[in-house]
Every structure is written in structure tokens, then in C-alpha cells.
């Protein structure tokens, strides 16, 4: 699409957890989504047991194939981790202590309350020419440095602290050494239809060549991403993005990057709750506490779990004799009459069959009720996480009314 | 380790959803779970673009690294799917048209009630020293080649198309072909220990150099693996396991390979209320509907959920002041004796800084009950999950004195 060169880079996770496959490697995918909105050019992942002549292999290869290497994995402080090592043999590097980063894990066990073990120390040992990163999140330190002609870039194999060390760290280290045609992406995240209908509908506008178009189907949101060139008129985004809006209507509730971003349909709603200083009283069935931990204790001031409708019957000695609309409407009165809170919030369930259920949705507060069901079909743990963000959704459109 | 010479694979997985990160790769995962189940080496997994030079190249380095490829993606009717044609073009070999191949998925169109479209005629040319993998779930059909030295499979992406063709085919030919050693693996799942502890402790023990040791660090749960050659006495194998509880103590929540299985803590405790015929009522707070979401609606009667905990000070109508032990106690009783369950679980926490929480836990029975605190660091998202975990093992513990 542009003419400009890309650096190439090369994704390398490590470890015998990856390659054996007792963990699926979301790193990767984490890591080759950055270099696409980055301007990047990814050409491979690799991933390698803890086999260090394997790994000294392995990394100059990649140092002969690529401009950029991202490594995730082996920095721990046992005896499988070899990444310092190997990358120290592949390219003839001193390894020297960095007594910074042994202060740095020392603050860290302390402030954990833990006692640094002495097998820790090992983790202190960077290559000469390395420029540490720092790792706030947990022992191990990442580190930045030249192979013959490559970048490596390494860091932890745990999610959470490779993710925090990406934002802290490596996105601005990347963006100051490489030179890249960035490229604006606009990510449609969407809910309630299915991924080949969305192909369907955006199949139906004529989107102009030059703009990359891809889809990431999660459970039960969906990605639908714009990939526009560098220096794409701004005019023109909008003008894509508004036809891509108007073929999806209400499925889509949020557009990131056009200045705004959430993460996920947990988010939108934290988002709004805290702007419109609303606080919430709410009860889950099917769900069973997936909507509540994603709350935030802000404005959750306090959740009931019935995992079976029936015991909300005898509960609430109400009239009605089946779980309906109305008996969650009745409820949600009930509970904001009962409570101090803007909103009152009650999501039923009727199972239809084993693997066939109607969800009951209703939210009240002092002006304002509404209500809704929806069949949801698939086993249990699809049917809990469906309806976790139907509620959600469900709650972000009455907050967007109110 | 052994003596015997273990075949050694590589993963090949392709296509621009997976090397541009919009898919996370659970092929690769489940592919070299079944090696490992077989006795083989995986020694790398590899991701390239649909990219026809890349691919050419890609496929010539796996045939001089590996004995066996399992290569998944690329075989669709669309111009990125390339496969067939780089393993061709890789190792000089002609195409032939499949009749067999091509009546097949007409077959699976008429079955669909779908037209058959002329680009999917592409899919019916394999190599022509090609054993087709017959696809019934879809309409690539897979295929199996060799290189110069490597035995090449072929499989569809689609990760269910692909399981399917591996049960089928894939499983049988590989053992048919290649001879193996299956290892034993046993797993520790560990929790309220740190990875390196644990490694200190191990370290204590003088594990013989054929056993191999790995560590997977979770949060908060941790496994340590223990992989015995094929054939290893089963009697060696208790002496190391026993060993290895020994030192860790109680922090062992589970061991997997020893005819058990369990997946999390949570499935543990799941494992125990079924086995007990126990049923629960839960009061949650920092954890916030954490626990409550992975408790089994058979035997979870019902959850509360107070963010909050002075509202709980509130709500009970307590002569007690603070948040302790004891008030999680009275809290627990109450509950027992307003609800027909058989267990009542109480859960509160005190702030003592912003990132710092003590955690108060009660458990409460007719005629048992116990309690126990714990200090909790970290950010909130971070307590949140320590103190399910911890909340499970607290019961854990309970119901296997029960």
C-alpha cells in the first residue's frame, strides 16, 4: 500500500510452556498487533523451547532475517530460563551485573513482603551493551540491545507484566529508532451480530483499495479494524467510518481511534457510570458474578447471585408465577426501593433447553424503566460470558438515554 | 534425557490473521499438546504471511530442521492461500487434479445447500505423490508429503476442521510412521508460594538428570512439571513425586498425572462440593463476584456482593465496629441460620493503604467453623484475583477436614 520501507521484525516467544503447548502464546498475537498499528511489518513468530543451543540458533537467525526482534519468555530466575545466556553466546557478549536492577527486585520483594531468594541475583545479570528495562510489575528485568545488525527487544513471558513493559518502555524506545509510515487504524468494536454478517454488510459498500480491512471475532465482541495509510485526510476517515457506522447501526458501541478509546464493553459502561455519577444495584443469574466483578467498586454498591431463577421466587413472594420481563421489572423495583442507589439493575433467565436459555433484562430508577429479553443459545460457560455483556449493552444504551 | 532418539516436529502455522495478531494461534497449542502426548520434540513453532517466496523458504528450512511438519492454514479457494503451490514449488513437485478431492466437496456443498464456487475447483490439485487428507467438515481437503527428509501435513486453519482431520488421520499416520518414547508428565499446581521459592526448595532436592523440570507461572497459581522418560518406573516416580510434596507442604493444591486431573483451584473446590454433596452461600467483596462466577450453579445457592465493606457494617446491624475475623464469623452465622444451605462463606477486607488490604475469611457449617486472614498487595485488579484464589484454597482446605 506504501511505498516506503517497513522495518521487518520477528515475534519470538520462548519456552517449554509455549512449545509444549500447555499454554496457547497470546503474547505473540498481542505483540504483532502493536507493530501493525506502529507501521511495522511482521515476517515471523518463532517460538523455542528452553534449549540454549536452540535459542543461540535460533537468535541468529533472526538477526540475519530481521530489523526488529520482540522476545517474550526466560527472563525468570530458575534454571530454564536462558535467555541472558544465549543471547550473550550468539553475539559474543560480556554479561556484567547491573546492581540497579538487584536494588530494583530487592524494593520489589520487600514490598511484597517476600524474601528475595538467593536465585534471584541471577536475574541481575544483563549483557554489557544492554540497556535495562525496568520491570515495576514483577522480578525480572527486560532489556534493549543490538544483535549484528537487529534490535532484540526483550521481556518477561507473563501477559501482564510484558504488556506493562510494552506501554511503559518499548512502544517509545521502537517509535524513536524506527523511522515508520504510521498508519491510522480505526478499530469498530461490536456486539449482538456475527462475523460473516458483518462481512456481509461492509461487502457491501465499495471501501477504496488502499484501505486494510480485518476482523478479530472474540467471544462474544467483535473487532471489525480500518487500517487507513499514513497521512489518510481526515475528512475521508470520517467519511468511511460513517458509511462502516451506518451499515452496522446500534452493534456497534464503541469506534476507538478517532481520539477515543475503551477497551471493551465493561469499559463503555464504567465510562458512562463515572460521567454521569450514577451508582448501581443490580442482580445476576446467568451471568453468576461475570457483570459484577467487572464493575467497578466506584458505583457497584452491591450485587445479588441467584444461579437458579427459581429461588427468586420464593424470595421475592411475588405474584408472578413465572420469570418474565415483568417479574425483573417487579424485582428492580423492589431492590431500588429497597436500596440507595440511582439504579437498580435484574437480569433473569428461563432455561429452554439444555442448551437454549431466555435472558430477562429490566433497569429502573426514579424516572425511567426499561426492559428487554433475548434467546442465547451454546453450552454454559458461552451462555454466562453472552450474558455478561448483553447485560452490559443492555445497561450502556439506557445509560446513553438517561 | 533417554537414550532413544525422539522424532522432532515443527509447527507451521500461516496466514496474515495470525502473523498480523488479529488471531491468537490455538492450533499451535493443541498440535504440540498432542507431540508431547506422542513422545515428540517439538522444537519450534513458526508463523509466516501468506507470502509465496516466505512460505518457499520457510518449508525448505523445516525440511532440513525437522523429521516431521504440522502445518496448518493456507489451503482456502482464495488467492492468499498459497500452500500447496509453495510446497510444490519448495521440493519440485507437480500438481495433479483430485477428482476423488474435487466429488468430495461438491459432496459438502450440496450437504450445505450451497453452490459450489469455480475458485474452490483450485482446492482439488495436490502434489502428486500427496495422500489427501479427506476433509468431512469442510472444504479443504488436507494433504500429507515429503519433503527431502520431512514428513509434511497439511491442514485447514479453521481450528475445528483442523481437530477433526487430526483424530481421523493425522494422530494414526504419525504413530504409524514414526516410532516413540512417551514420557510421563506430572504437574504440581501450587498456590501461595513464588515461582522462585519454589525453585529453592526443588533445588534442595537432588532430582535425577533424566527428569525434566519446568515451571509455568500463573497469577496467583503456579505448576511446576515433572516429565519422566517413557518407561520410568512408576515406583521412581511416586519416590520423586512424594519428595517434591514434601517440601512444598500444603502450598500443593493439586497433582496432575497420577490418574487425577484438575484444571484450576476452582476445580478443585468444584471437585470436592460435588464429591461431598455440599451446597454454599457465599458473601464476596474484594474479590467482587470473582469467586462466585467460577462456583458451580449445582451446588452456589446464592452470592452477595458488597464492593463496600462499611456497608456490610451497615447492613448487619453488628455491635462490632471493624472489619476482623470475628465479624466475618458472625456474618457467616447469620447467613447459615436465614438460608438452607449447608455452608456459609464470608469474605471481607480493610484497606490499609492504597495498594496494600488485609483480607478477613469465614467459613461457617453447622457444626464446624473457621476463619483466617491475609495480607494482599498489589494494584486492584491484581488483589481482586488474589483473593479469589485465596478464597477457594481457604475453602479448599475446609471441606477436606470436613
Known amino acids: 500500500m506504501d511505498e516506503l520501507i517497513r522495518p521487518k521484525v520477528v515475534i519470538l516467544s520462548q519456552g517449554d510452556e509455549v512449545i509444549t503447548g500447555a499454554i496457547v502464546d497470546t503474547n505473540a498475537a498481542v505483540l504483532a498487533d502493536h507493530c501493525r498499528t506502529l507501521g511495522f511489518d511482521v515476517v515471523r513468530h518463532m517460538t523455542v523451547a528452553d534449549d540454549l543451543d536452540e535459542l543461540v540458533k535460533v537468535m541468529r537467525e533472526i538477526d540475519a532475517l530481521a530489523d526488529i526482534c520482540l522476545c517474550t519468555g526466560g527472563l525468570g530466575p530458575t534454571q530454564d530460563d536462558l535467555t541472558v545466556e544465549a543471547f550473550a553466546s550468539a553475539f559474543s557478549k560480556e554479561l556484567l ?19 528475595m531468594a538467593a536465585v534471584n541475583r541471577k536475574q541481575a545479570y544483563l549483557p554489557e551493551s544492554a540497556t535495562r528495562i525496568d520491570n515495576y510489575w514483577g522480578t525480572a528485568p527486560g532489556f534493549i540491545d543490538e544483535g549484528n545488525t537487529c534490535r532484540f527487544y526483550f521481556m518477561p513471558g507473563v501477559p501482564y507484566e510484558m504488556n506493562e513493559m510494552v506501554q511503559a518502555t518499548v512502544l517509545a524506545d521502537l517509535q524513536n529508532h524506527f ?214 449493552n443492555f445497561l450502556r444504551k439506557y445509560l446513553l438515554d438517561l
Open 97 to 115: 551485573f547491573d546492581d540497579e536492577a538487584l536494588r530494583m527486585m530487592s524494593e520489589y520483594f520487600a514490598k511484597m513482603n517476600a524474601e
Open 179 to 392: 523511522e515508520v509510515d504510521v498508519p491510522s487504524l480505526v478499530t469498530f468494536r461490536i456486539l449482538g451480530m456475527g462475523e460473516s454478517s458483518i462481512q456481509q454488510l461492509v461487502n457491501g459498500i465499495d471501501i477504496a483499495d488502499d484501505i486494510r480491512v480485518s476482523f478479530r471475532a472474540g467471544l462474544p465482541e467483535i473487532e471489525l479494524k480500518l487500517l487507513f495509510p499514513n497521512s489518510y485526510d481526515d475528512a475521508l476517515i470520517q467519511h468511511w467510518v460513517d458509511k462502516i457506522e451506518a451499515v452496522l447501526g446500534h452493534c456497534v458501541f464503541a469506534i476507538d481511534g478517532l481520539g477515543h478509546s475503551v477497551k471493551n464493553i465493561a469499559d463503555c459502561v464504567d465510562q458512562l457510570m463515572t460521567e454521569k455519577q450514577m451508582s448501581l444495584n443490580l442482580l445476576e443469574t446467568l451471568s453468576k458474578g461475570d457483570v459484577s466483578r467487572q464493575c467497578h467498586a466506584d458505583w457497584l454498591v452491591r450485587s445479588i447471585i441467584y444461579p437458579h431463577p427459581d429461588d427468586i421466587l420464593l424470595q421475592y413472594k411475588t405474584q408472578q408465577q413465572t420469570v418474565s420481563e415483568s417479574l425483573a421489572i417487579e424485582i428492580a423495583q423492589h431492590e431500588l426501593a429497597n436500596t440507595d442507589t440511582a439504579i437498580s439493575l435484574v437480569q433473569l433467565f428461563d432455561r429452554v433447553e439444555d442448551n437454549k436459555v431466555t435472558v430477562y433484562l429490566a433497569v429502573v430508577s426514579k424516572h425511567y424503566q426499561r426492559s428487554m429479553s433475548q434467546v442465547i443459545k451454546g453450552r454454559g460457560h458461552r451462555q454466562q460470558l453472552i450474558a455478561s455483556s448483553t447485560t452490559f
